[in-house]
Nanobody
């Protein structure tokens, strides 16, 4: 059974930091590209960070570039999202996504709220 389980979402003050984790099971983690998406109320789901398997090629959305860092640990089947300098505009449900060829999987999401 494929599972992606996110954790680490919380309420944090503007300017703060947070690290999200997503642990995978039920598929070969190391062969899958891993993404973080987010979705705010009334907005479309947005791809914000992606880390590939080959050479750990990484891309970021402009909205998070320089503030967020994606990384993966294939020994732990886990992908991380380190988020710094958070603003209220980062408030969203954050989703983990895995894909390879025509296979793709989603986590259930974790809520991040940035507010004073």
């Amino acid at each position: 059974q494929v599972q992606l389980v996110e954790s680490g979402g919380a309420l944090v003050e503007p300017g703060g930091s947070l690290t999200l984790s997503c642990t995978a099971s039920g598929f070969t983690f190391s062969t899958h590209t891993m993404d973080w998406y987010r979705q705010s109320p009334g907005k479309e789901r947005e791809l914000i960070a992606e880390i590939h398997t080959v050479g750990n090629l990484i891309t970021y959305a402009d909205s998070v570039k320089g503030r967020f860092t994606i990384s993966r640990d294939n020994t732990k089947n886990t992908v991380y999202l380190q988020m710094n300098k958070l603003t209220p505009e980062d408030t969203a449900v954050y989703y983990c996504h895995a894909w390879y060829s025509h296979y793709d999987y989603w986590g259930q999401g974790t809520q991040v709220t940035v507010s004073s």
